[in-house]
């Protein structure tokens, strides 16, 4: 089945605590994303990859790292977490660039303390 | 830069209702608009999408035609369902981006 999985699904964490949210796409896809979601915002864009060991910014990536050293795999990496860190992420892939049919994966919601 | 603006919700109807959910963008150039839709629980999922001017998209009774003139892609549905109540999300990318840019999306609930 072609689906984005994302680990953990639920998260619950202190401030300054590093943490790593899992993204993994079986459907070969060169094209791979994060959001977060909060109330009243949207969705917006943290980071993305065109491709292996290519990312960019989006329009929030303050306080987030990402890499992209397998196709497959893009983990979305939060240093030193803040409680304004707190929201619901969501992974997301195409087979090339925003401008494709995305799918997205089933979240991950964060609380930081 | 580029933006999207959707109509507020939430939004409630009656099963059966028509329903339009205003949708209009800014950008520089001519971009893909789509509508991607959340159920409850779940990821987004794409609904339907349109790639230039004039082209109506549609999927599971849902339709919405790119106007260029308005800058608009409102979304309607001529007779709505329960399992239709989500969050509805109009979104814009630029030719060959790699960004998607989305509104802040429109709750929808369909009542018996």
């Known amino acids: 089945e072609a689906q984005v999985t994302q680990n953990p699904r639920y998260l619950i964490t202190v401030t300054g605590k590093k943490l790593t949210v899992t993204c993994s796409q079986n459907?070969?896809?060169?094209?791979m994303s994060w959001y977060r979601q909060d109330p009243g915002l949207g969705l917006r864009q943290i980071y993305y990859?065109?491709?292996?060991?290519?990312?960019d910014k989006g329009d929030v990536p303050e306080g987030y790292k990402v890499s992209r050293k397998e196709k497959r795999n893009f983990p979305l990496i939060l240093e030193s977490p803040s409680p304004n860190q707190t929201s619901l992420y969501f992974c997301?892939?195409?087979?090339?660039?925003?401008?494709?049919?995305?799918?997205f994966g089933p979240g991950t919601r964060l609380t930081v303390l | 830069g580029d933006s999207v603006t959707q109509m507020e919700g939430p939004v409630t109807l009656s099963e059966e209702a028509f329903l339009t959910i205003n949708c209009t963008y800014t950008?520089?150039?001519?971009?893909?608009l789509f509508w991607y839709v959340q159920y409850p629980g779940e990821g987004l999922q794409l609904l339907l999408k349109?790639?230039?001017?004039?082209d109506k998209g549609s999927n599971k009774g849902f339709e919405a035609t790119y106007r260029k003139e308005t800058t608009s892609f409102h979304l309607e549905k001529g007779s709505v369902q329960v399992s239709d109540s989500a969050v509805y999300f109009c979104?814009?990318?630029?030719?060959?981006?790699?960004?998607?840019?989305f509104g802040k999306g429109t709750k929808l609930s369909v009542i018996p």
């Open positions: 997301a892939s195409s087979f090339r660039g925003a401008y494709n049919e995305q799918f």
């Open positions: 459907m070969n896809h060169e094209y």
């Open positions: 990859s065109m491709n292996v060991e290519v990312t």
């Open positions: 950008a520089t150039g001519y971009p893909s």
């Open positions: 349109a790639t230039k001017a004039d």
């Open positions: 979104a814009l990318s630029e030719g060959g981006s790699y960004q998607l840019t």
